[in-house]
Structure formats: C-alpha cells, structure tokens
C-alpha cells in the first residue's frame, strides 16, 4: 500500500538522495496550420513526414491569422509549452496566441530525418526501406490512408536538405529504398495490411525511425472508479477509435491524424473510413483483424466520431456494429500529443529538489554522432521525469519560454550538445499541489489541523506506519490520552443540561449543542493529562507480546512519552516526569521541595503519556485526515508497473480567493495524476456532519471543477447518523462516503464490481474479529520482520 516514502504527502520537502528518472530525448513538439485545401494539407502532412518526430506534429484545421485556436483543436497542444504554430506562409509576421508563438513559414530543425537517415546508412547495403502507397486524390479512401500512412515528395524539401547538410540535388533514393505506388483497390484490409506490413515503413513510421512513441495519457484517472460515472472517451475506450469521415474533409483529415498521433501511431485503430462505403462491413472487418486494444477484464469498449458527419448517423452505424459502441464528439476524444522520444534511465542524486545528470544515454549520443552537420546546434529536448511519477499537467507549472523548465510531466532541459550535463529540479509536493489550485483561479496555504496531520507523518515516515494504529479501541485510547481528566464528565453534564433546556422539544438546537459537544477538543494541562500503563496496553491488546511491539513502535515514532509519577511527601502533588527528567536528585514542581524516596521501595511503574506531536493531531481533530489520505494512496496505488493514479495530497487546506478571502476550508484534498483535485470533509465521529458540512462540500468541489467528493469519519457505519446514507451520492457531482469499514481496512483496495465504493457495514460480530485481527498482526509483526532478516526461516522464536 502506498509508495512507502511518504511521497503522496504534498508538503513543502523537495527530493533529497538518488532517485530513478526516465529520459526522453527527441524533438519538440509543433503545431502546422492547415485551411480547407486538400492539397495544401498533403503538403503539410508531407512536409510533417520528412522531420524526425514530425508525424506525431499537431495539425490545426484554422484561419492562419485566427486570434484563438478553436475548440476542441486547442485539446491536442494543451500543456505543451513552449509550443510553436507554423502558419506556412511565408509572408506573415510572427505573432502570439497567448503564450503560443505564431510563426510564418514551416518548422524549422537543425535535426531533419534525411540527416539521421543519412548518418546511419552511409556505406550501408541494407538501407531502411519506404513505400509510399495512396489512392488516387479523388478517391473516397485517399484522406483514411494519406492520415494513417502519410506520404513524401518526389523531392526531398530543399530546406531540410540544406539543415541536414547534404547535398541540394539528393533524392530519397540516396538516403532510402523507396518505392512508389498508387494503390488501385483501397479498402479497409488493405490499409490494414500496409500499417502491418514488416519489409517496408510508410513514411509516418520512417519519420519516428529509431524514436520510441509517447501516447498521451489519460486526462481522467481518478474519476473511472467511481460507481455510475460515465468513463470518459480517452480512457474507456482506449485507441480504439473509429473516424467516419465525407471525403474531401480537411476537419475528418485533422482530426484522425492527430488521433493517431495521441495514440503513437499504432498499426490498428484509430482508422477512418469513408461516409460513402460499406462502414459496416469495414469496420467489422477491422475487429475480426484484431486491430483494436483490449481493455482490462470486461468489454472492450469502441467509438465512432466524426468532425463532419451527424451523431445520428453515426448512432444508426455503431447500431449495426458487434460489441460495445458509443459515439463520441471530437472533443471527447482528441487529446494532448507528446512527440515521440529515446528513452532511457539513469540515476539523479538531488539535494533540494535539484541534480546533474547527462543530457543524453551512450545509445543516444552514438546515434546522432555519425550524422552530417551543417550548424552543429541541437534542436533536440532532454526531459526528465521521476519514474512511475509523472507530474500532472498543470499549467501552472509549465514554463513560458524556450529555456529549461517544468513542461509535458517532467523537466525539460535544453542541452546545446548530447555530451552535456544538464541541471534538472524538480518540484516540491506542495508546489504542485498549489499550483493545481492557482489553475483555477485560487489561492491555496496549508491550514492548522493540516500543518500538524502532516507533522505527524512525517515523524511516522509513510502512510503505512497508520497500519500500526487502525484499531478502533486503540484510537479511542489515543483519543483519552489527548484530553483533560474530566472532559468526558463534562460532556455528559453539560449533555444533561442541554437536553433539560430542550424541553420545548427544538430537536435541531438539541443535536447541534451534542454534535458541538462531541466536537469539543481541549489540550490538557500537565498534572491533568491522562496516562497508560503497560498493563492497561496488554489488556487492550489481548497479550504481552502485542503490547510490547506496539509500545516499541509508538516510543520510536515519537508518538507517546515514558516516564514515571510519583507523590510528593511534602505537599501531596502528584507529579508524572518524562523519563529523560529523572536523575538522582529531583524537586517537586509544587513547592519545591527535594524529593528523597519519591517511588518508594517498589519497583519503578513506567507510565506513558501522548507527546506533543499526538496532543496536536487530537486538539486539531486533523488524525482521521491522516487515516483518509493514506486509504486513498492505497485505493489509487500503481498496479502491474502502471503510476498511481494518485499524485498525492494534503490533510488540511485553506482555499482562498485572489484578494485573500479564505473561501472553504478543505480537510483532505487530493491531487490526480491527471490535475483534477478531490476534496473531502473528514470527521471523528459521525454525528458530526451536517447538511451545512456539505453544502460547503458541494461548493469548494464546484469551485474547483472536482470530478467527485468525499466524505469519511473513522466511526463504524452502524454509529453514523441516516445522514451519512443520504450523503452517498451517485448522480451528478458524486460523493463518496467512507467510514471505518474503509480508513480502519489494513490493506485499502477498491474492489471490482458495479458498486465499488458502495456503503459498507460492520455487525458487532465483525467489529470483534477486526479488533482480534489487529492485535494478531502486532503480535506477530515481530516475527516477520526477523524472517525478512533471515530470508526463508519463518520458525523464529518470538524470544518470550
């Protein structure tokens, strides 16, 4: 459960030590406007095919002199930045979309692909081999395979050719094996075929020749787990996507090639297929071929979408379709692109969130070195990003310029040669976490409770050190050992009162005085502090051994105080001093008095009291906030080498407005790997929620465009109030509820089913085998520990 590093606690640490980080080095990503001209998009396209990367570059079906980029076209560059939109006219001057550079003319790289070709096949018998294959223009296939397979001049681009340093007059058979082709019968197969074909590469794949493909991901991670919430598009049903498009179409053309391109130009689906033909039967046939992704353990999920064609047509084909269809807008489904990369691991060593690390692997700095060369200035990018630990796309973050900064997940450095050693940073938890917040407009600081929950993780070390202490009757214990002697006397008296002033029967004033009451925290003084004895923690532990290693553990952590009480002869003051005070000589604190014999002649009694740490988490109630957050980190853990789901969060935010206003106080916020923020009200007992707690809830989510919200006590679901069944929330805007059934489980799972955060409850019967349970794997932690010591032996003595 969790990543066992305390790294889902979004607070102010940067990273300190080694750490594994993936690099990926390749081109920038770019942008090209295309109008409503078939050829001038071939053009592009073609232009698109002759860069290295180039085929995963954005297409953008708009006015070259636009002073926005449409929806949802703006979909496939969010968070790409810097970014450059290159008009191909030559004439215009540079301009911006915002933060985005406008540039006339094409893209410009000093790392062409016909020099990578080049510089690996000099001397070379056996050359890469490219077929480039299309329909007739007029034909109603010729945009489905000039978007899948792409396509290439008679004659290299006089440009790239000079950025390469090769000769004006070279064509692509010096560089290449090529053959041409105008493909008589175009069809579905066919197209199939040619996108499988082993010999050869169509010029989309010869364009990302020895670069690896980078698909974008999800934009919605957090939100498929939750019970009665449509999936969106991009994650339910992965590439397999199907594009019906009107021939002619340049909005279709854009639209699946930047599909494919998202997707890192697979040898299947997306695929397009033209209005006019049998989409039926293609389709299926594609199917039959395997062409699509299977996704998880259920149906795999398909769509068809289409910038030119109505939903109700589309609904009437996926009709005639075998399996799960649904139709989808371009918007659903159109993603940010990530241009393809070499990747490779190292190891970082950071020391303030900042470390050193070669711009580029061995392998890399082999395969462009044998390149020609013509300016000798690399136009390449080195990004960085933790392993299994991709930042989220916050823009927050992205830098603004075309320097080294935060930018697609990572940190991308901009190396001036592949030898370099480049610096890299990277983010604090709470940074990230705060800029999420700024993304909407707010302001976000940590808040009391939150400071001190997260003090006390941090002396725990990782959320899993909770395990330790997910016992209902040992947290009840904790609990009496944060109060006053006598608080509990006063609850109930003042209880009493209460309801005698009630008499009038205002039932609503009567339960908010007992929720305020049950509420009411107060930080003992010294001499009114409670203590524990051992005797009292084998009794709640159910044995010796339990108690012992529980103890153990909870003076290690830092979370309770040994020491000694004794009575002062003097003046009768009952006095309890840490362990560390006690030496020969000690003074009663009362009137000082030196104390001869103040344990008496039996032996010393150790009584173990809550230190400052745990007095704060229970006067801020923040604990329970604790408890959440480490259940969500292991609900959202990774799986099977996947990146948690989760980022991260912080037990305890105050959100405010640009002018300062505090506007919501958010007890657990989480952050998604893909920037969506969740929040939560968190409680310690169950009778004190109210519909104002949420009401407040359904604001700050609002506020925060949350694709859910949650609720969660630490109480068994059997002592809440009919509130917190009323809370469940399955509609629009969700709501999870969470008692102990979930923060109290030692290994935090979502479960499959249709119904995965569905209320639970717990009989009296259960609540005893949990406590059993729990006093079972304290007792018997010791012994597997020693175990992991002495791999293979698990018949250790316990050493009673």
Same mark, same amino acid.
């Given at each position: 459960?969790?990543?066992?590093?305390?790294?889902?606690?979004?607070?102010?640490?940067?990273?300190?030590?080694?750490?594994?980080?993936?690099?990926?080095?390749?081109?920038?990503?770019?942008?090209?406007?295309?109008?409503?001209?078939?050829?001038?998009?071939?053009?592009?396209?073609?232009?698109?095919?002759? %860069?290295?990367?180039?085929?995963?570059?954005?297409?953008?079906?708009?006015?070259?002199?636009?002073?926005?980029?449409?929806?949802?076209?703006?979909?496939?560059?969010?968070?790409?930045?810097?970014?450059?939109?290159?008009?191909?006219?030559?004439?215009?001057?540079?301009?911006?979309?915002?933060?985005?550079?406008?540039?006339?003319?094409?893209?410009?790289?000093?790392?062409?692909?016909?020099?990578?070709?080049?510089?690996?096949?000099?001397?070379?018998?056996?050359? @890469?081999?490219?077929?480039?294959? /299309?329909?007739?223009?007029?034909?109603?296939?010729?945009?489905?395979?000039?978007?899948?397979?792409?396509?290439?001049?008679?004659?290299?681009?006089?440009?790239?050719?000079?950025?390469?340093?090769?000769?004006?007059?070279?064509?692509?058979?010096?560089?290449?094996?090529?053959?041409?082709?105008?493909?008589?019968?175009?069809?579905?197969?066919?197209?199939?075929?040619?996108?499988?074909?082993? !010999?050869?590469?169509?010029?989309?794949?010869?364009?990302?020749?020895?670069?690896?493909?980078?698909?974008?991901?999800?934009?919605?991670?957090?939100?498929?787990?939750? @019970?009665?919430?449509?999936?969106?598009?991009?994650?339910?049903?992965?590439?397999?996507?199907?594009?019906?498009?009107?021939?002619?179409?340049?909005?279709?053309?854009?639209?699946?090639?930047?599909?494919?391109?998202?997707?890192?130009?697979?040898?299947?689906?997306?695929?397009?297929?033209?209005?006019? !033909?049998?989409?039926?039967?293609?389709?299926?046939?594609?199917?039959?071929?395997?062409?699509?992704?299977?996704?998880?353990?259920?149906?795999?999920?398909?769509?068809?979408?289409?910038?030119?064609?109505?939903?109700?047509?589309?609904?009437?084909?996926?009709?005639?379709?075998?399996?799960?269809?649904?139709?989808?807008?371009?918007?659903?489904?159109?993603?940010?692109?990530?241009?393809?990369?070499?990747?490779?691991?190292?190891?970082?060593?950071?020391?303030?969130?900042?470390?050193?690390?070669?711009?580029?692997?061995?392998?890399?700095?082999?395969?462009?070195?044998?390149?020609?060369?013509?300016?000798?200035?690399?136009?390449?990018?080195?990004?960085?990003?933790?392993?299994?630990?991709?930042?989220?796309?916050?823009?927050? /973050?992205?830098?603004?310029?075309?320097?080294?900064?935060?930018?697609?997940?990572?940190?991308?450095?901009?190396?001036?040669?592949?030898?370099?050693?480049?610096?890299?940073?990277?983010?604090?938890?709470?940074?990230?976490?705060?800029?999420?917040?700024?993304?909407?407009?707010?302001?976000?600081?940590?808040?009391?409770?939150?400071?001190?929950?997260?003090?006390?993780?941090?002396?725990?070390?990782?959320?899993?050190?909770?395990?330790?202490?997910?016992?209902?009757?040992?947290?009840?214990?904790?609990?009496?050992?944060?109060?006053?002697?006598?608080?509990?006397?006063? %609850?109930?008296?003042?209880?009493?009162?209460?309801?005698?002033?009630?008499?009038?029967?205002?039932?609503?004033?009567?339960?908010?005085?007992?929720?305020?009451?049950?509420?009411?925290?107060?930080?003992?003084?010294?001499?009114?502090?409670?203590?524990?004895?051992?005797?009292?923690?084998?009794?709640?532990?159910?044995?010796?051994?339990?108690?012992?290693?529980?103890?153990?553990?909870?003076?290690?952590?830092?979370?309770?105080?040994?020491?000694?009480?004794?009575?002062?002869?003097?003046?009768?003051?009952?006095?309890?001093?840490?362990?560390?005070?006690?030496?020969?000589?000690?003074?009663?604190?009362?009137?000082?008095?030196?104390?001869?014999?103040?344990?008496?002649?039996?032996?010393? !009694?150790?009584?173990?009291?809550?230190?400052? /740490?745990?007095?704060?988490?229970?006067?801020?109630?923040?604990?329970?906030?604790?408890?959440?957050?480490?259940?969500?980190?292991?609900?959202?853990?990774?799986?099977?080498?996947?990146?948690? %789901?989760?980022?991260?969060?912080?037990?305890?935010?105050?959100?405010?407005?640009?002018?300062?206003?505090?506007?919501?106080?958010?007890?657990?916020?989480?952050?998604?790997?893909?920037?969506?923020?969740?929040?939560?009200?968190?409680?310690?007992?169950?009778?004190?929620?109210?519909?104002?707690?949420?009401?407040?809830?359904?604001?700050?989510?609002?506020?925060?465009?949350?694709?859910?919200?949650?609720?969660?006590?630490?109480?068994?679901?059997?002592?809440?109030?009919?509130?917190?069944?009323?809370?469940?929330?399955?509609?629009?805007?969700?709501?999870?509820?969470?008692?102990?059934?979930?923060?109290?489980?030692?290994?935090?799972?979502?479960?499959?089913?249709?119904?995965?955060?569905?209320?639970?409850?717990?009989?009296?019967?259960?609540?005893?085998?949990?406590?059993?349970?729990?006093?079972?794997?304290?007792?018997?932690?010791?012994?597997?520990?020693?175990?992991?010591?002495?791999?293979?032996?698990?018949?250790?003595?316990?050493?009673?």
């Amino acid at each position: 459960m969790g990543r066992g590093d305390l790294s889902e606690l979004l607070d102010e640490r940067r990273l300190r030590g080694p750490m594994g980080v993936r690099r990926h080095l390749g081109p920038q990503l770019s942008a090209l406007v295309v109008n409503d001209d078939q050829g001038r998009a071939q053009a592009a396209i073609e232009y698109c095919c002759q %860069r290295w990367g180039g085929a995963c570059d954005a297409l953008l079906p708009m006015d070259p002199n636009a002073a926005s980029i449409p929806e949802p076209w703006s979909l496939t560059i969010d968070g790409a930045v810097p970014v450059s939109i290159y008009t191909g006219q030559a004439n215009q001057e540079m301009r911006k979309i915002g933060e985005i550079d406008v540039l006339p003319g094409d893209p410009w790289t000093v790392e062409p692909l016909l020099s990578i070709l080049a510089g690996r096949s000099a001397g070379k018998e056996n050359r @890469p081999k490219v077929s480039v294959a /299309l329909p007739p223009s007029d034909h109603p296939w010729f945009l489905g395979y000039l978007a899948a397979l792409g396509s290439w001049p008679l004659t290299p681009d006089p440009g790239l050719l000079e950025r390469g340093g090769l000769r004006a007059d070279i064509g692509f058979d010096a560089l290449v094996e090529i053959s041409r082709e105008t493909v008589a019968n175009p069809s579905g197969s066919d197209l199939l075929d040619r996108l499988r074909a082993f !010999t050869s590469s169509p010029p989309t794949r010869a364009a990302t020749w020895l670069l690896a493909p980078r698909p974008s991901p999800s934009r919605t991670s957090l939100e498929l787990d939750l @019970p009665d919430v449509a999936a969106s598009f991009d994650k339910a049903v992965a590439r397999n996507i199907v594009v019906v498009y009107t021939p002619g179409s340049i909005l279709d053309l854009c639209l699946l090639w930047d599909l494919r391109a998202a997707h890192g130009l697979p040898d299947g689906l997306p695929l397009g297929v033209p209005a006019s !033909t049998d989409v039926v039967s293609t389709v299926s046939q594609w199917q039959s071929s395997f062409a699509y992704a299977p996704i998880g353990f259920g149906d795999t999920g398909f769509c068809l979408v289409s910038a030119s064609v109505s939903p109700e047509e589309l609904a009437s084909i996926a009709a005639g379709l075998m399996g799960n269809w649904r139709v989808a807008r371009p918007v659903d489904v159109i993603q940010p692109l990530r241009p393809p990369a070499r990747p490779s691991t190292d190891t970082a060593v950071f020391d303030g969130g900042v470390a050193h690390v070669a711009a580029a692997s061995p392998a890399d700095r082999d395969l462009v070195s044998g390149r020609p060369s013509r300016y000798g200035v690399l136009e390449l990018n080195s990004q960085f990003e933790l392993l299994n630990q991709a930042l989220p796309p916050i823009r927050s /973050l992205l830098r603004d310029s075309l320097s080294s900064g935060f930018s697609g997940g990572g940190y991308e450095a901009k190396p001036r040669r592949l030898d370099d050693i480049v610096e890299i940073q990277w983010p604090s938890g709470w940074l990230v976490l705060e800029s999420a917040i700024r993304d909407r407009g707010l302001v976000a600081r940590p808040s009391k409770p939150g400071r001190t929950a997260a003090a006390l993780l941090r002396a725990l070390g990782s959320l899993d050190e909770l395990e330790w202490l997910i016992d209902r009757p040992l947290l009840d214990r904790l609990y009496v050992l944060g109060e006053r002697r006598g608080i509990s006397w006063f %609850r109930r008296r003042a209880a009493d009162l209460a309801r005698t002033a009630a008499a009038a029967g205002d039932d609503e004033r009567l339960a908010a005085i007992e929720r305020q009451l049950l509420a009411l925290t107060a930080r003992p003084f010294e001499n009114e502090q409670h203590d524990v004895t051992f005797g009292t923690l084998k009794s709640d532990l159910r044995s010796r051994q339990a108690a012992r290693e529980w103890l153990r553990w909870a003076e290690g952590k830092g979370l309770l105080v040994r020491g000694g009480q004794f009575v002062c002869q003097n003046c009768g003051l009952v006095s309890w001093q840490a362990i560390g005070e006690l030496g020969p000589a000690l003074s009663c604190r009362g009137c000082g008095q030196a104390l001869v014999d103040p344990f008496g002649e039996e032996n010393l !009694t150790f009584r173990y009291r809550a230190s400052e /740490l745990l007095l704060g988490a229970i006067e801020t109630d923040s604990l329970p906030h604790a408890y959440a957050l480490r259940w969500f980190a292991g609900a959202f853990d990774r799986s099977f080498g996947m990146a948690s %789901r989760l980022y991260g969060g912080y037990p305890g935010v105050e959100i405010l407005d640009p002018e300062g206003t505090v506007v919501a106080e958010v007890d657990v916020l989480l952050l998604g790997a893909d920037g969506s923020l969740v929040p939560g009200e968190v409680k310690r007992h169950g009778s004190g929620l109210t519909q104002g707690d949420l009401d407040k809830l359904d604001d700050v989510a609002a506020r925060l465009g949350s694709p859910w919200s949650f609720v969660a006590t630490t109480d068994w679901f059997a002592s809440c109030p009919p509130i917190w069944q009323e809370a469940s929330r399955r509609a629009e805007a969700p709501r999870v509820v969470l008692t102990g059934e979930f923060l109290l489980e030692p290994y935090p799972i979502v479960l499959l089913g249709p119904d995965r955060f569905g209320i639970q409850t717990t009989d009296d019967q259960a609540v005893a085998d949990h406590h059993k349970a729990f006093c079972d794997r304290i007792e018997h932690r010791h012994k597997w520990q020693r175990a992991i010591r002495v791999p293979g032996r698990l018949d250790l003595d316990d050493g009673d």
